[in-house]
């Protein structure tokens, strides 16, 4: 019975993905072109799929949440971690041209770049980390550690008083983007 | 409907709200946000494995993230195949190495290009597992959950990103 569930948790994992996949190759972004031209400031294909996916995605999941039939798991973060983690993957994916989840949509589209440099480079750098991680842990991970908070939480706010503000924001920067020809 | 399929791209408006669409999917049926990068650590450990044994799994990382196939690596494969399968009814499916705006700055040697891919490559493992997500997990299922640290990790990603580009492609060679 154990080894049946899991499997079928492998199923939907595996068909999840086959779904993220097609949508990323149909908007566009498993396209180096079009994440370097994101990361130009002249093509803001990423930023309409991030943006219009986080509004769709934070309305539903707050309210999934609100009818109890979700769990939110929002990741531990802190300064030495996300942001000193943040910039060297910043930096590795203008390099790349593509990002973790849409490298293997760029290798699924044909791009030999993605399958030869990327994943090789990936999945050595993901080694590195591994190697690394003792160390870093104790001397950088943990600087300046906020935990796993939420916006809401910090705020002592109702969620949807974050939640509505949020995607009006993103909504606008949206309208602004098309107005700007974008 | 078979038309609609066929089309090359589709609106990003489209695509975005089906990506968030498909991220509550995977919290009622998987309890888990959509995230790509720990199936890199997954795999990496995996690999290490074949050379080194089981010693690898007594590494302190690989005993908070085992190194096995399981959700998120299945997730990563799903990708591959969604993306070959919306590519091929398109299309769109052709062997590329050096993309055009990568050929346009800094001519058509594919090793060129290989060897800045495999360096970036390097990059977005070692900073993806270092910030714990990437643009995925941190950047639509993290930032979805209002986390403080996926908003803080986003705007790095894009900082790191936006200046890195701007060097490779506008500064004055």
Avoid at chain 1, 99 to 107: R, Y
Avoid at chain 1, 126 to 134: Q, R, T
Wanted: a neutral charge.
């Amino acid at each position: 019975m154990d080894s049946m569930l899991k499997s079928l948790r492998s199923v939907i994992g595996l068909l999840i993905g086959v779904v993220f996949g097609f949508l990323l190759q149909k908007g566009g972004v498993t396209r180096y072109d079009v994440i370097v031209g994101q990361l130009l400031l002249e093509d803001f294909t990423v930023f309409k799929v991030m943006a219009s996916a986080v509004i769709t995605g934070m309305i539903g999941v707050h309210l999934l949440r609100s009818l109890g039939m979700v769990r939110l798991h929002p990741k531990p973060g802190s300064v030495g971690s996300s942001a000193l983690g943040g910039l060297i993957f910043g930096v590795g994916f203008a390099l790349l041209g593509y990002c973790s989840g849409t490298i293997a949509g760029a290798v699924g589209q044909g791009s030999i770049d993605a399958l030869v440099g990327g994943i090789g480079g990936g999945l050595l750098g993901s080694g590195i980390f591994a190697e690394l991680y003792p160390r870093l842990e104790e001397k950088v991970l943990r600087k300046g550690d906020f935990g796993d908070a939420t916006f809401p939480e910090i705020l002592g706010l109702n969620c949807w008083l974050v939640v509505v503000p949020a995607a009006l924001v993103l909504l606008g920067i949206l309208f602004w983007v098309e107005r700007m020809g974008l | 409907m078979l038309e609609y399929l066929k089309m090359d791209l589709w609106s990003p408006y489209v695509v975005g709200a089906g990506i968030g669409v498909l991220n509550l999917f995977a919290f009622l049926l998987s309890d888990k946000p959509i995230g790509c990068s720990t199936a890199y650590s997954r795999t990496s450990g995996m690999i290490e494995k074949l050379f080194r044994g089981s010693k690898v799994d007594e590494k302190a990382y690989y005993r908070k993230f085992e190194p096995v196939i399981d959700w998120e690596v299945m997730l990563v494969a799903g990708i591959v195949i969604g993306a070959f399968l919306s590519a091929s009814i398109s299309g769109e499916f052709r062997l590329e190495t050096v993309p055009a705006l990568w050929a346009e700055r800094f001519g058509t040697d594919p090793l060129l290009r290989i060897a800045v891919a495999f360096l970036g490559g390097v990059l977005v493992g070692l900073g993806a597992r270092w910030a714990g997500g990437c643009t995925s997990g941190h950047g639509i299922s993290g930032t979805l959950q209002l986390a403080a640290s996926s908003w803080l990790a986003v705007i790095c990603f894009f900082i790191g990103g936006i200046t890195t580009a701007m060097i490779l492609f506008r500064a004055g060679i």
